[in-house]
């Protein structure tokens, strides 16, 4: 969708520089934990299309793509008209399968919408680019949403916590802050695992190796706190389930059918 007719939908899109916005969906077919999993059906459609229609609702991309090692993905988008490209089987990371699309397409910001995130809204994407547009020397962003103390418990609830001026401080499995007195009074924000950054940003992530804290937690964000990239934290009200389980599944599947939109990713 060309910039020129983001006002034709109704949103507003913190951009004032009209910089080129491409997304990315990352989607690998063999995940440890749950294979096949971008194929796996939601409500009789698969997952992958669940994420590419939600996503494309965001009136602030120009361009938004499905990339993958998948020719089995490759086919199915190409039968749904989703556009998509194959990129290596050898990235560890979905930022690593953007960082090939950015070599073949050139844009100022890349967004990274990972394909296990079929609940993504266009508000998410929306909120990922406010920081663009209002501070100047902003490189990478991403999102968080509030939480309680026994979600944030759990080690697959990624927490963020972040400085007075919404810049990522840390990111953990661990529950951080560590309330110390118990007190109770801690907030806990979940990272929810959704990206924008500039071209010059993931350049960087791309020519710099693995960082320790990165290895250790396997956060690949953490690369760029560690290298002193900020990264911008804009908190949202809408969750996700980044889908790992077969539990996370049928949590997804029972949300779209509370909520209406069963059957129909569009």
């Not at 077919?29 to 059906?41: D, F, G, I, Y």
Request: hydrophobic share 40%; charged share 25%; proline share 7%.
């Amino acid at each position: 969708m060309g910039l020129a007719n983001r006002a034709l939908h109704g949103v507003i899109c913190q951009n004032p520089m009209a910089h080129r916005v491409f997304g990315v969906i990352p989607a690998r077919l063999e995940s440890q934990r749950m294979p096949r999993k971008p194929l796996r059906p939601i409500c009789g459609q698969p997952m992958i299309a669940w994420v590419y229609q939600r996503v494309r609702r965001a009136a602030c991309l120009d361009q938004l793509i499905v990339a993958t090692d998948s020719e089995e993905i490759i086919d199915f988008c190409r039968k749904s008209n989703i556009p998509a490209q194959i990129t290596s089987s050898t990235h560890h990371s979905g930022t690593d399968r953007v960082v090939e699309i950015m070599s073949r397409e050139p844009a100022d910001i890349y967004v990274n919408i990972q394909g296990d995130e079929p609940m993504v809204t266009a508000r998410h994407v929306e909120l990922l680019l406010e920081p663009f547009g209002t501070t100047p020397l902003g490189q990478v962003s991403t999102l968080k949403v509030a939480m309680g103390a026994d979600a944030a418990r759990r080690p697959h609830n990624v927490k963020v916590v972040t400085d007075a001026e919404g810049r990522a401080l840390y990111f953990s499995r661990a529950l951080i802050p560590h309330d110390r007195d118990g007190a109770g009074a801690a907030q806990y924000y979940k990272h929810l695992g959704i990206y924008a950054y500039t071209a010059a940003a993931l350049g960087r992530f791309r020519d710099l190796p693995p960082s320790p804290l990165e290895r250790l937690e396997k956060l690949e964000q953490l690369r760029f706190l560690e290298n002193g990239i900020p990264i911008h934290v804009v908190e949202t009200a809408q969750d996700t389930i980044g889908v790992d389980t077969e539990e996370d599944l049928h949590s997804v599947e029972e949300f779209f059918r509370r909520t209406g939109a069963e059957g129909n990713p569009r």
